[in-house]
């Protein structure tokens, strides 16, 4: 009538891992004004065992135009966080701010120097 099944005891709860509200913020920062510039239209996030990513979009249809990516167990310091853009990695570093001073470098250009 009824099965009996032994317990085996709870497995152990996976932790899930994500940006912390911070870090979120200054993503979301950059994010509001490569909008306002007309750069970047989307976004969206990965979640790995490992890692987390931001997707920045150009248009939606197409691939991320870049990732930028938080290792929770990297093999060192200065991979915690990445940058990375199609085929290569922008930028690298153990601080977020650091890492996003890429994108307030790319908004500046010398214009008819002479």
Known sequence: MSDVVPFRGREP?????FFDRRELKSLLDVYARMVALG??????????????AFLVY???????LYRI?????????????QVVAPG???????????VLAFFDKRLFA????E
């Open 69 to 81: 990516i938080k290792r929770f167990r990297p093999r060192r310091r200065q991979e915690i966080w």
């Open 110 to 113: 010398v214009v008819g120097g």
């Open 39 to 52: 750069e970047w239209r989307d976004y969206g996030f990965e979640v790995g065992d490992d890692s987390a």
């Open 13 to 17: 709860a996976r932790r899930f891992r």
């Open 88 to 98: 290569r990695i922008v930028r690298r570093g153990e601080e977020l701010g650091g």
């Open 58 to 64: 150009r248009r939606a249809a197409e691939l991320p």
